[in-house]
């Protein structure tokens, strides 16, 4: 079970036809503000990560809090709150680890990135760099910030003569 994904603006679509008093700017402006609490990391006081959609009328709390059901099951959420979420299964924060045991690569939102996780675009595979010790972590930056392009770019690339 797990949430529906939608967009803010079809949420506030379809709320507004279900609830046609509800002002439409005031609506929107009380979503951006949960989905930014969201970002920001704030947890509802039972220490679960806030529901956007229901925080947005009843203030940050998680569904479980909000709701009393234990999971979602035709609910909504908005999907910027879901992706990350998915994503973040078993993610360490920085905030979270000894600083003494910080190692390895961190997101931008300062999640522990599993390198094992990153996929190795086939244009590596034929690049001088690839293995190369010295350049595996530039490749796997790269290589992860471009994780949802559609076309990998590298301009470190530099072709193997076979
Ligand atoms: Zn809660």
Redesign the pocket.
Known sequence: MGFKKISIDNYIELHLKNNPTENKADLERRLLSALKDYKNRV??????D?WVIGSASVGN??????TGESSPTDDYEIEDAIKKRENRKGQRHIDDINPNEIHGLFDDDGYEINIDLIKKPSLCLTCLHNDDPNEELLCNLNRFDQQSEQEFNCFAYKKIDF
């Not at 947890?43 to 679960?48: A, D, F, L, M």
């Open positions: 947890k509802c006081s039972c220490g679960n806030i709390s998680c569904f479980t809090c909000i």
